[in-house]
């Protein structure tokens, strides 16, 4: 926090320094502290001990590393208000759902054509989905972020209490996969939450689900198309992704269902037998089926759908019901041909 305030005043020195001598004495104790944002502090050689005794990492090295990382407010203020936390459908799906989206991820699929369809065949993951989670999540690979992903997740596992938690293991793990890849952890970029390469994933995701599909013994998400498509492929597939089958169906015969059966969390888990007994049928699936009743508010009003198991799925990459129906409905263009 004392940081935080000097760098206010010093942003501010010009009306602070005149005529105020006590401030100018001030703002040169918090400067003495400023030499790094990170180095030194308790929370920070707290954390280092943790992974010099768990990891066996030197921790003079990481010393090192810590000393180059820099707090950003921008990251802050951008976790602080996500899109899918502040808007409904019908503003949302103009962030993702746009001809110019379509028309680059077309392009896409034709110059990348014989990798999705290796993943395909070996992961059974619909093609036009994980083509739509890179349109969705970086453009094709013309956004993976400009942060370093050291930078991002310092700020968010030592300055951003709601969920520094999670951060702190997100950290642990980047540098993790930094040395299991022999790549410099300072070299890596990403996303404001330390997102990386074209499918945008964090480093537990990394290290757990993507895969090397060119075989050169590097993972590269960053540059490779082949391990980018391939390791979106082994997400959804180890989440339980059901080859050719269903991610969402609109049924507007679920306004007739009480409000308390939608919306009712990301997973399927309301039968089409119970649902039936409000005029929701579908004759080409199984009584027993499970699935999710969803509400969206649309741009003509009220949308109801029905998730299935691999709506499900697709939320394991981002847990939101607005980032799910953005995939699905960019994948239906994409496979159309047109917006």
Partial sequence: MIKHIAKVLIQNRWRFLVGRGGVLLLLCTFCAQLTADYGGREDVEA???????EDGFDP????????????????IDAISRPAERVLNWASYQDIFLTKARVRQGIDFEQSHRAIFERAEAKWGVDRWIILAI???????????????????????AFDYPPRSAFFRKELRQLFLLAREQNKPVTSLKGSYAGAMGYGQFIPSS???YAVDFN??????????PNDAIASVANYLAVHKWVKDGPVLKRVPALAEVPETFLNQGLKPATSLEVLKQYGVSLDSLDNATVVNPLRYEGKQGAEFWLGFQNFYAITRYNRSRLYAMAVFQLSEQLRAGQP
């Fill in 134 to 156: 890179l349109g969705v999540e970086t453009s094709y690979g013309r956004n993976k972020g400009s942060f370093r992903v050291i930078d991002a997740l310092s700020t968010l």
């Fill in 206 to 208: 990394y290290r757990h």
């Fill in 60 to 75: 003079d090295t990481l010393r090192a590393v810590f000393d180059q990382a820099v707090y950003k407010q921008s990251i």
């Fill in 215 to 224: 075989g050169d013994a590097f993972i590269d998400i960053w540059e490779s």
């Fill in 47 to 53: 954390f280092i001990e943790e992974l010099n005794r």
